[in-house]
């Protein structure tokens, strides 16, 4: 799925690679050679595949290139580049744009290559818990259209699985959207799903849709005729803020996801990390440490629903005795300094802190994002972190906010199929 050996299923390289550095961090294909476990040799066809995918990553890495200039940077014969390149033209994934400047020593100048992100489509979607948003975009990740739509609490799931699909329906009704240019639809939902889009697993705490009760890949699939990639939403949040967000590409990453619940997504050593059941960062079945006897969930003392419920207890909340709290109250409350509000999210971000602390400690990592419904509270997070670190003399840890908001796991999920649609081309 992601770039890397394994796209040709290929282990413990003794022979020559070529490396080139991607939006991933590399990608790394045999060009000659075989590996110790191997049940065959690397016959002509897989070396044009990964050849291709080379290029085609040399190029959408740089935008505008050369014949020339990819075969110096990517150590490959001019021959070998233009036997490789003409499928990429042909498939119009790759544009030839005009000529460049003429080399120091004159001669003939060099035709220009591209990109081409219109080529295909995708509709990304985010089914949070209440408000879905949906993007379509082109292959760099340009959004060309987005909109939410707010799910009142209590909807029947049949009226929410068909504000799905009515949201997918009016992105490819969007004028040059359509059936033939979409290469797929890519959801973000909550829950652990597998490679294939099964569900394994989910989280029944945080309210509004029940959009485990759904085979979404079928429903979608079956709606549109269109390939469906299904990841898990924090997952796909945590690839966006990596790739094009503040995550800045860094080897080693926790971004941490709260609000309505709790999850996070790590990146070790320059790649994601699933886990053994696709669940690694999976916080919200984590007991909380005080009260585990009793069964509670560690999700259930930090979320949403529970900060409403205790600044709505307090005696001297400005939300006392109120039945329904909009965040956005509570957050204004915090911003103007109001105590008591303070006091409630305080007792939040130092759970969270304490937590993330643990997590950074046990997998080493000191680069941490903050993402989520709560970045507004941000400051107070960051403060408990530090003093954690502090106090352990441990380095300080390298603290940001999520700068991508509710699009970051769009950017996730559009990374995914990109990957997916790259792969295709280079595997027919």
Same mark, same amino acid.
């Given at each position: 799925?992601?770039?890397?050996?394994?796209?040709?299923?290929?282990?413990?390289?003794?022979?020559?690679?070529?490396?080139?550095?991607?939006?991933?961090?590399?990608?790394?294909?045999?060009?000659?050679?075989?590996?110790?476990?191997?049940?065959?040799?690397?016959?002509?066809?897989?070396?044009?595949?990964?050849?291709?995918?080379?290029?085609?990553?040399?190029?959408?890495?740089?935008?505008?290139?050369?014949?020339t200039q990819l075969a110096k940077d990517l150590?490959?014969?001019?021959?070998?580049?233009?036997?490789?390149?003409?499928?990429?033209?042909?498939?119009?994934?790759?544009?030839?744009n005009g000529v460049g400047r003429a080399g120091?020593?004159?001669?003939?100048?060099?035709?220009?290559?591209?990109?081409?992100?219109? #080529? @295909?489509?995708?509709?990304?979607?985010? =089914?949070?818990?209440?408000?879905?948003?949906?993007?379509?975009?082109? %292959? &760099? *990740? /340009?959004?060309?259209?987005?909109?939410?739509?707010?799910?009142?609490?209590?909807?029947?799931?049949?009226?929410?699985?068909?504000?799905?699909?009515?949201?997918?329906?009016?992105?490819?009704?969007?004028?040059?959207?359509?059936?033939?240019?979409?290469?797929?639809?890519?959801?973000?939902?909550?829950?652990?799903?597998?490679?294939?889009?099964?569900?394994?697993?989910?989280?029944?705490?945080?309210?509004?849709?029940?959009?485990?009760?759904?085979?979404?890949?079928?429903?979608?699939?079956?709606?549109?005729?269109?390939?469906?990639?299904?990841?898990?939403?924090?997952?796909?949040?945590?690839?966006?803020?990596?790739?094009?967000?503040?995550? #800045? @590409?860094?080897?080693?990453?926790?971004? =941490?996801?709260?609000?309505?619940?709790?999850?996070?997504?790590?990146? %070790? &050593? *320059? /790649?994601?990390?699933?886990?053994?059941?696709?669940?690694?960062?999976?916080?919200?079945?984590?007991?909380?440490?005080?009260?585990?006897?009793?069964?509670?969930?560690?999700?259930?003392?930090?979320?949403?629903?529970?900060?409403?419920?205790?600044?709505?207890?307090?005696?001297?909340?400005?939300?006392?005795?109120?039945?329904?709290?909009?965040?956005?109250?509570?957050?204004?409350?915090?911003?103007?300094?109001?105590?008591?509000?303070?006091?409630?999210?305080?007792?939040?971000?130092?759970?969270?802190?304490?937590?993330?602390?643990?997590?950074?400690?046990?997998?080493?990592?000191?680069?941490?994002?903050?993402?989520?419904?709560?970045?507004?509270?941000?400051?107070?997070?960051?403060?408990? =972190?530090?003093?954690?670190?502090?106090?352990?003399?441990?380095?300080?840890?390298?603290?940001?906010?999520?700068?991508?908001?509710?699009?970051?796991?769009?950017?996730?999920?559009?990374?995914?199929?990109?990957?997916?649609?790259?792969?295709?081309?280079?595997?027919?």
């Amino acid at each position: 799925m992601y770039i890397e050996k394994a796209r040709l299923n290929l282990a413990n390289i003794n022979e020559k690679t070529i490396a080139f550095s991607d939006e991933v961090g590399y990608t790394e294909f045999i060009i000659v050679g075989g590996y110790d476990t191997m049940k065959h040799a690397l016959n002509a066809t897989d070396i044009k595949r990964a050849n291709q995918r080379l290029i085609l990553d040399a190029i959408f890495q740089s935008g505008t290139t050369s014949r020339t200039q990819l075969a110096k940077d990517l150590q490959l014969s001019k021959p070998a580049i233009s036997d490789n390149l003409q499928y990429l033209l042909d498939v119009g994934i790759v544009e030839e744009n005009g000529v460049g400047r003429a080399g120091p020593s004159g001669g003939r100048k060099s035709i220009l290559l591209r990109f081409n992100s219109s #080529n @295909r489509l995708i509709i990304a979607v985010n =089914l949070n818990f209440s408000t879905p948003l949906f993007a379509l975009t082109d %292959l &760099n *990740g /340009k959004i060309l259209r987005s909109f939410d739509i707010t799910i009142a609490p209590g909807t029947p799931i049949d009226a929410c699985r068909d504000l799905v699909l009515e949201g997918i329906r009016t992105l490819l009704q969007s004028p040059g959207a359509g059936q033939e240019i979409v290469y797929c639809i890519a959801l973000a939902t909550p829950g652990v799903f597998n490679e294939d889009g099964k569900l394994l697993h989910f989280s029944t705490s945080c309210g509004g849709p029940q959009w485990w009760l759904m085979d979404l890949k079928q429903i979608v699939t079956e709606a549109f005729s269109l390939p469906v990639i299904i990841y898990n939403d924090v997952k796909a949040a945590t690839l966006g803020e990596w790739i094009r967000g503040t995550g #800045n @590409r860094e080897n080693n990453l926790l971004y =941490l996801h709260a609000g309505l619940g709790i999850g996070s997504g790590i990146i %070790l &050593n *320059g /790649k994601p990390l699933l886990g053994e059941n696709f669940s690694a960062g999976e916080l919200y079945d984590y007991f909380d440490p005080a009260d585990a006897n009793s069964g509670r969930k560690l999700e259930d003392t930090v979320c949403i629903d529970y900060l409403k419920k205790e600044c709505t207890q307090r005696e001297d909340s400005p939300f006392a005795g109120k039945d329904q709290v909009p965040l956005e109250e509570i957050i204004r409350a915090y911003s103007a300094g109001n105590s008591a509000v303070a006091s409630v999210v305080e007792d939040i971000c130092g759970r969270l802190a304490v937590l993330s602390y643990n997590y950074m400690s046990f997998i080493s990592i000191n680069r941490i994002v903050f993402g989520g419904d709560y970045v507004p509270f941000g400051d107070c997070f960051a403060n408990h =972190l530090l003093n954690l670190f502090e106090r352990s003399q441990r380095p300080a840890p390298d603290i940001r906010m999520s700068d991508l908001g509710k699009f970051a796991g769009i950017q996730g999920m559009i990374f995914l199929a990109r990957d997916r649609y790259f792969q295709e081309i280079c595997t027919q």
